[in-house]
């Protein structure tokens, strides 16, 4: 078997498909050095042709033999002639600048040559001559590399997946330094909270606001207490609906106030006089209608509701606990003035402030650090993958067994 550590497989593996396909490579070299001697002669040419053109060519004329020169050259120097790493990728990429070189030939040869063509007759002859034998060369490497060199190519382009390869290591190594410092921020985060939360405990824990929350429970008891004592929504609505249709007529009642008592019954209450009056015309308007039958409601829930509104008016016990229900709002409101001269109550906003923002912070970084584990797992996976793939290929190509080892850098 053969081990290696990814770093160090591509040089021993281009030393291997070399040793293996020695004979091929032999073969394409020897055409690719023709080639590069096939460029030489053409520059060799050029320079035959500026000899003659100083002794027989007027200066205008030089002056386009000059331009015909540079033109050449400067593409045959933009060719890339492989030599020490010959590979099916550059020496395709020297069939295609091959190619382009005889297109820029015929092109600056149309443009140039019936200036001066007469006095460099033999140059010319010459200069086609190199080229049928560079055209031959290139042929024969086209043909070289379509029919003999399939099985190097495809042992080459298995190096092609190794940078593929390389970005996966890169991205576990980055998505692991990022879940590490997403871990880090958490527990900072956390820790945090549990100081803030701590300290909010321990500012509720305030006599204030011990007061505080026992008055407003106090007055949350007394509003279920008073919401009991007026249960009778459902016959008011009905009495409003019928209002509002004109299917009865009821004298001093305000519709405002009706639609107001039935979204906030203790509010309205709360805002009257201590004696109720537009409470107790409502209740007698609505007891005088379900005494004459015009609502369409059950006997039992008619019978209820005139018995509710006649204990309202014989025991005056709603009187009563609104009194009480106003004493609560004046000590609630009392203590909070308390608590706002102390500055608790800005303490306790900026607390709840900090908590709420940094819950929203623990929310991000816990997403981030979600989403980024997601792609590390992602990525080992793949890399998994890739790995088996490359590994099963190269055994192919070399004939043995191979194990790329990938060390991590966490």
Do not use: W
Request: glycine share 2%.
């Amino acid at each position: 078997m053969v081990e290696k550590n990814i770093e160090d497989f591509e040089e021993f593996y281009v030393e291997k498909i070399n040793a293996i396909f020695s004979k091929i490579k032999r073969a394409l070299k020897k055409i690719i050095l023709e080639i590069r001697d096939n460029l030489i002669e053409v520059k060799i040419c050029l320079d035959h042709f500026l000899e003659v053109g100083k002794e027989k060519i007027d200066q205008k004329s030089q002056k386009s033999l000059t331009f015909f020169s540079d033109r050449i050259r400067k593409e045959i120097d933009e060719i890339e002639v492989p030599e020490d790493e010959i590979t099916y990728d550059n020496t395709l990429d020297l069939l295609n600048a091959i190619k382009k070189l005889f297109t820029s030939i015929n092109e600056i040869a149309r443009k140039s040559l019936p200036k001066f063509q007469k006095e460099v007759q033999p140059q010319i002859k010459e200069l086609n001559y190199i080229t049928r034998k560079l055209g031959k060369s290139q042929g024969e490497l086209d043909e070289f590399l379509r029919k003999k060199y399939n099985d190097v190519k495809d042992a080459e382009n298995l190096l092609k997946k190794l940078p593929k390869i390389f970005t996966l290591k890169e991205n576990i190594e980055n998505a692991k330094t990022d879940l590490e410092q997403f871990e880090s921020e958490l527990e900072e985060r956390n820790d945090k909270q549990e100081e803030l939360n701590s300290q909010l405990i321990k500012l509720e824990q305030n006599n204030l606001f011990k007061e505080l929350e026992m008055e407003k429970d106090k007055l949350f008891q007394l509003q279920l207490k008073i919401n009991d004592e007026i249960g009778f929504k459902k016959a008011l609505k009905k009495f409003k609906f019928e209002i509002d249709k004109g299917s009865i007529s009821v004298p001093n009642i305000e519709d405002n106030y009706l639609r107001d008592f039935l979204k906030n019954p203790i509010r309205m209450l709360s805002s009257e006089r201590k004696d109720l009056p537009k409470f107790t015309s409502l209740m007698v308007q609505l007891r005088h209608v379900l005494e004459e039958n015009k609502l369409n409601l059950k006997t039992d829930t008619k019978q209820k509701t005139i018995d509710h509104i006649n204990a309202i008016f014989d025991e005056k016990i709603l009187q009563a606990n609104l009194e009480r229900y106003l004493q609560f709002k004046e000590e609630i409101k009392s203590i909070e003035d308390k608590i706002e001269t102390a500055g608790l109550a800005k303490q306790l906003e900026h607390l709840k402030n900090e908590i709420s923002v940094n819950t929203v912070k623990i929310e991000h970084i816990t997403n981030d650090y979600e989403r980024k584990n997601k792609d590390y797992t992602r990525y080992l996976n793949t890399l998994k993958e890739e790995r088996e793939d490359f590994q099963s290929h190269a055994e192919d190509i070399l004939g043995e067994k191979v194990k790329l080892n990938i060390v991590l850098s966490f």
